[in-house]
């Protein structure tokens, strides 16, 4: 509930911004075990330490979550929750193509970039005559623009992109695998860096699948992390690109730090994001999803896993945790560094966070610096906890004094930041089949991407309850999270309408250059 209102001065990614801020009373907590303990004390890059989010971690969601709450109601606290999604939404890409994961144009700062008075995002797509469902092996990066500087309430319903067509032609992304007898080949998500001159370098995941007439996995599929250069050209008409016509493999799942298809056939390793740090001058980083190398069949989890206090009568025992099946969600945030200036090397390094037996799949990491903290944002889905662990869609978020941290998960320990409305009293459904007893927004949003000044992007999946839902493929309204510390809150005042939803599909850039890289003026 909020209780009042103050002026707060926050420096965003090198600028000053004044924003009205809330603060919020603590939600009520049901009983259960107390969070783990983590100091936020950062460590060097290279060195061994990964921080954990722990079950006992994870287990607040469940105890911020209102036990009666009935049917078709939210139970999640409302400065965690997302604004519910109308159903009447457009689509951004006027019916050419299923759109999810999109992330903007960035410096290694963070910062977005619109180019010669051009915004620009990269989005995962696929042609529209497929099932929304059926889009993941026919995934290929295609690209928006819009003119810059012009107000959300003042463009059209849709955003006012403009669909510029795919980055890659036909046979460049799967010429990189050994094995090209693959039945689909496929590009996900990743992030986009500018240079000067206009270079753009690409990072994605480059992906093979090995499949039968049926569907069925002839042998496991093969994701790497890969690069593509090209260049950028921008004017009044619109947004072109040369290049992107080859593609350098940079990292593959080593079995030490980052399960493989032989350790788990059904492991993740994707979602690069590049960026670089103050503290350490010259250096470029990596964050991505990744798993625990471990093998499934023989996995374990351990008491540290766990994390629960000493003496905590809500606590879990690790034979009742293993025997739980919750050893087979391994999900954990790797971490890697550029070896040369041209970002083609890399080497890499102890993951920085493990969620081992919370979740499988810690999908999209990114670090977000805010005053002198470092936030390691990810998403997860309501679907991949480990039994006896339950959440909403949404982003999850984790402070620390460093890239290498003592990650303290955010809001009461909890790491819960933006979650969909989400009655965690019953069982979730999937997004084409939702459970008659969420709330219409529960699969509203996915693949959350924090940008500039605490908004954030995403994609519609499902909107709607089940006898009446409608699927998405096409982005969501920004929102947008305000963060003090190691908490946040959605500002629920955000908008033209003030409802808490922002522009469709917006995703605005806060500094602008000319063709050749100099940077112009900042946007606000």
Not at 22 to 44: C, F, I, K, M, R
Not at 92 to 118: C, E, F, R
Not at 174 to 200: C, L, M, N
Not at 267 to 280: G, K, S, V
Request: with cysteine; proline share 8%.
């Amino acid at each position: 509930m909020k209780n009042h209102r103050y002026l707060s001065v926050i420096p965003v990614l090198g600028m000053a911004m004044t924003v009205a801020t809330a603060a919020v009373a603590a939600p009520v907590l049901q009983p259960g075990p107390e969070p783990t303990t983590h100091s936020q004390q950062a460590y060097a890059p290279e060195d061994n330490f990964t921080a954990k989010w722990t079950r006992a971690d994870a287990r607040q969601i469940k105890r911020m979550s209102d036990p009666t709450a009935g049917s078709r109601e939210n139970s999640m606290p409302e400065e965690y929750t997302m604004p519910s999604i109308p159903q009447d939404f457009p689509d951004m890409s006027n019916d050419q193509v299923w759109v999810w994961d999109s992330w903007p144009l960035t410096d290694a700062d963070g910062n977005q970039y619109s180019i010669n008075g051009q915004e620009v995002i990269f989005s995962l797509v696929a042609d529209r005559k497929l099932g929304f469902d059926d889009r993941h092996v026919f995934a290929k990066i295609g690209y928006f623009y819009r003119p810059a500087g012009i107000p959300a309430d003042q463009r059209p319903k849709n955003g006012g992109w403009t669909y510029g067509g795919l980055v890659f032609a036909d046979g460049v992304t799967g010429k990189i695998f050994e094995d090209q007898s693959y039945s689909h080949q496929t590009q996900w998500s990743g992030s986009a860096r500018i240079f000067p001159g206009g270079e753009v370098k690409l990072f994605f995941t480059d992906v093979a699948f090995y499949r039968d007439a049926k569907g069925n996995d002839i042998k496991p599929y093969d994701p790497r992390i890969a690069l593509s250069v090209g260049h950028i050209h921008a004017n009044k008409n619109g947004v072109t690109f040369t290049g992107f016509d080859k593609v350098i493999p940079l990292l593959k799942a080593d079995g030490t730090y980052y399960q493989t298809a032989e350790q788990n056939p059904y492991f993740n390793f994707r979602d690069p994001f590049t960026f670089t740090d103050p503290a350490h001058p010259g250096e470029t980083y990596m964050v991505f999803e990744g798993n625990s190398a471990m093998p499934r069949a023989s996995a374990k989890c351990t008491a540290d896993d766990l994390g629960y206090q000493e003496g905590d009568t809500y606590a879990e025992t690790v034979p009742q945790v293993n025997a739980s099946g919750a050893t087979y969600q391994l999900g954990n945030i790797g971490l890697a560094k550029a070896k040369n200036a041209d970002l083609t090397e890399w080497e890499f390094l102890p993951p920085i966070l493990s969620a081992n037996c919370v979740t499988d799949q810690t999908e999209r990491p990114e670090i977000y610096k805010k005053d002198g903290k470092y936030y390691l944002f990810t998403i997860s889905h309501s679907t991949t906890y480990a039994a006896g662990i339950t959440g909403p869609e949404g982003v999850y978020g984790f402070v620390g004094n460093g890239i290498r941290s003592d990650y303290q998960p955010m809001n009461m320990g909890s790491g819960l930041v933006l979650g969909n409305p989400s009655n965690l009293n019953y069982w979730p459904g999937t997004p084409y089949d939702p459970d008659y007893n969420q709330p219409a927004g529960h699969f509203q949003a996915y693949s959350h991407y924090v940008m500039p000044g605490g908004l954030v992007q995403s994609f519609i999946d499902t909107v709607g309850v089940k006898e009446n839902f409608r699927r998405g493929g096409t982005l969501a309204p920004t929102v947008k999270i305000n963060i003090h510390g190691d908490s946040s809150d959605v500002d629920h005042s955000y908008g033209a309408n003030g409802d808490g939803l922002g522009g469709w599909a917006d995703i605005p850039a806060n500094i602008n250059v000319n063709p050749s890289g100099v940077i112009t003026k900042p946007l606000n």
